[in-house]
Nanobody, 122 residues
Framework: QVQLVESGGGSVQAGGSLRLSCAAS????????MGWYRQAPGKQRELVAF???????NYADSVKGRFTISRDNAKNTLNLRMNSLKPEDTAVYYC????????????????WGQGTQVTVSS
């Protein structure tokens, strides 16, 4: 339905921060769930965090306390603030949206965007 485009990736040293943005082609007010995923080289794509329409959030244990997901409904964007980055966070980061929570947790999406590369050096 809505087109999503990730941006904000880059290279940073361990301990640094980055903010990723996911721009939607239209209003996100009616999107039940939006989230961030990542895929590191040689690994499966995994859930990083997702946020519900009402603002409730869920984080992977590996990023809890370091990353913050948010929605900016006025700008039709999904954001991910990443602090205290570690080399293990190096991956291509993707955003996606769904009607159900189950889709978010099972990664049952029909398609993915191109993502944005995050590289954390030690």
């Amino acid at each position: 339905q809505v087109q999503l485009v990730e941006s904000g990736g880059g290279s940073v040293q361990a301990g640094g921060s980055l903010r990723l943005s996911c721009a939607a082609s239209g209003s996100i007010l009616s999107i039940n769930y939006m989230g961030w995923y990542r895929q590191a080289p040689g690994k499966q794509r995994e859930l990083v965090a997702f946020i519900a329409r009402g603002g409730g959030t869920n984080y992977a244990d590996s990023v809890k306390g370091r990353f913050t997901i948010s929605r900016d409904n006025a700008k039709n964007t999904l954001n991910l603030r990443m602090n205290s980055l570690k080399p293990e966070d190096t991956a291509v980061y993707y955003c996606n949206s769904a009607v159900t929570r189950t889709t978010m947790t099972t990664l049952a999406f029909r398609s993915w965007g191109q993502g944005t590369q995050v590289t954390v050096s030690s």
